[in-house]
Each structure stands twice: as structure tokens, then as C-alpha cells.
């Protein structure tokens, strides 16, 4: 099947796969392969902004970006794809799907991802240098829903 997709100015014609949740699972596995890796060096670092070098910041700057990739693969493409795999007539705010989604299994606690999604939005849109020391904190403390990805999606 094609989709038209709209990105901007663009108009993009793409194959759309017909399982995609296997199709948004792949991309999960190879994102959270580069997210265990930048996990994994961060871990090592302080979280307060003046403490580090530009080097360390930008090793940040890599996990800010690969959490934020990794969790909106799975909260607006597989999740969505899987709820409606379960349920094709299912329609229903964000917070109807990851409800789906935990009746499902698929995550434990729709709350604890709404945290992570809204971690993301910061992230992605809002802010500022003087957030940097509590946005990394709370990468570091949400990071192990996203790190059990890979476990409970193959569950």
C-alpha cells in the first residue's frame, strides 16, 4: 500500500508496510540500540550543566535526542499501530491509546509514560539552559522504562 505522506513542504510517497507493528518494532530495536549505547556513557557523567565539558554536554545532547526518538517511535507510531492491529475501529486520545496499551501489556502504567512524553516535549520544544541539570535527571530516572522496551516488546 502507498501513503502520501505530508512533511512540511514536501509531498513523500511511502510503501507503507501491512504489519506495521513489526514494522515500527524494527525501528524501535535499532533505536534503543543507539540509546543503551548513549545510556551507558552518560551514566558516567555529572548531571549539572557547569560540571561538564562540551564534550560531555554534547554526549547529553546524543541521549536527549535518542530518548526522544526512541520514545516517539514507540508512543506515536508502535503503540498506535498495535492498538489499532487489536482494535481497527479504535479511535481515542493519546491517553485512551496508552490505556489501550497497558490493558494490552504493552506498558505497565499509563502514567509513567505520559511522564515520559512530556519529558520528550520539553525536550523537543521548551527549554532552557538552567533546566539542563533536572531534564537530565529525569531522562536518567524514566530511562529504564524505555531501556525494558526491548524485553516486553519480544514478550
Known sequence: MTKLLKHGNFNLMMETPKDLTGYYYT??????????????RVLRLATNP??????????????????????????SKYIKAAVQKDDPGFDGSFRDYLNRAEKLKLIEDTGSWLEIRSLRNVIVYDYSDSDLDLIFKKMLKLSPLILDLRTRLTA
Open 27 to 40: 525501528k524501535i530495536v535499532k533505536s534503543l540500540k543507539y540509546f543503551e549505547y548513549t545510556h551507558a
Open 50 to 75: 557547569n560540571d561538564l565539558s562540551e564534550q560531555e554536554l554534547e554526549t547529553w545532547d546524543g541521549f536527549a535526542t535518542r530518548f526522544s526518538r526512541t520514545a516517539d517511535i514507540f508512543l
